[in-house]
């Protein structure tokens, strides 16, 4: 499998999981979908806390993760498209990987111990900086996977 | 058996703690990914090689997200069983007013209402919901094994990256 392929498998399933965090908008377009709600719900349930004041609010209803988790997985499917673009992005350093971490995991820690009030932007854009790098990772050790079973 | 330790162990770390709320409101998503990174290192100090590479990682992701997502939905169906409430009980209210939010007709949003009704009575009365059971087994094995999986690679990458730098 090439990296093209990859890179758009990658972006597909990414696209699909990332709807799903937006499951009011999609009964917009097919309501008896609302049957799944409870499974789909579950689903976001084992990768969220989903704490009904830290969900961001969309036409009326809200997403099915927090602010941080939605900013984390736009920072996955952001990157995606721009590797789509620019195939060639790619991180060797762990720095970011550790910066992203620490700023995350800050921000989790200064929130839950009350030290500054939780603003679910400062929460989505953690969560985007920290998703974005994870993504560029997990890209590059996937190529690193592919080329190795392929040289087999 | 010794090779597949590391996953075992990582796993029902993960399982236990995706089981813990306060743990789980904290960690989110990264209880699986954090696992196996923990297997991958704990595979590498238990083997004679220095080197990992990917597909080793990507295994022992996938065993550690395998083994998470059976001893993580052991423990919520038996401890749904002992207390007769869980996440879905717990959170009713919170579903009914999603739903109330959700552009469905009210017809619609009862049908689904009874639906989840139905499934919570069972666990207050039984302690087990057959649906429940099936869900929660179903959503545990392919989130815990896609996060378990990218989880043994990142861990990878990072160990490599670690390697090279101190190589040069």
Request: charged letters at 15%; aromatic letters at 12%.
């Amino acid at each position: 499998m090439n990296r093209r392929r990859i890179d758009w498998l990658l972006f597909l399933l990414i696209t699909i999981w990332y709807c799903g965090i937006f499951f009011n908008l999609i009964l917009l377009i097919y309501p008896p979908l609302v049957y799944t709600f409870p499974l789909v719900n579950l689903l976001y349930s084992l990768v969220c806390h989903q704490n009904p004041e830290k969900l961001i609010t969309i036409y009326s209803g809200h997403t099915l993760v927090c602010a941080r988790c939605t900013g984390i997985y736009s920072g996955v499917l952001l990157m995606s498209l721009i590797s789509l673009i620019e195939p060639k992005i790619n991180i060797e350093s762990r720095k970011l990987f550790y910066i992203s971490v620490i700023i995350l995991l800050f921000d989790v820690l200064m929130t839950t111990f009350k030290i500054y009030d939780y603003s679910k932007l400062v929460a989505f854009t953690t969560g985007i900086f920290f998703g974005g790098v994870m993504f560029l990772y997990f890209r590059s050790a996937l190529y690193k996977l592919f080329i190795i079973t392929e040289a087999h | 058996m010794k090779k597949y330790l590391p996953s075992i162990v990582s796993g029902f770390g993960a399982g236990v703690l995706q089981i813990v709320p306060i743990l789980k409101g904290l960690a989110c998503c990264l209880i699986v990914p954090a696992a196996s990174y923990a297997a991958v290192v704990l595979h590498k100090k238990s083997s004679k090689s220095n080197k990992i590479d990917y597909k080793t990682g990507f295994v022992i992701g996938l065993l550690t997200g395998l083994f998470a997502a059976a001893f993580g939905s052991f423990f919520e169906i038996i401890i749904t069983l002992i207390t007769k409430q869980n996440d879905v009980t717990g959170s009713f209210t919170q579903i009914q007013q999603m739903l109330s939010t959700l552009p469905i007709t009210p017809a619609l949003r009862q049908e689904v209402l009874d639906m989840i009704a139905g499934v919570n009575n069972d666990i207050a009365m039984y302690g087990f919901s057959t649906l429940y059971t099936i869900s929660i087994i179903m959503n545990n094995f392919i989130v815990n094994t896609i996060f378990g999986m990218v989880g043994g690679l990142v861990a990878v990458k990072i160990i490599d990256s670690k390697e090279k730098r101190d190589l040069e």
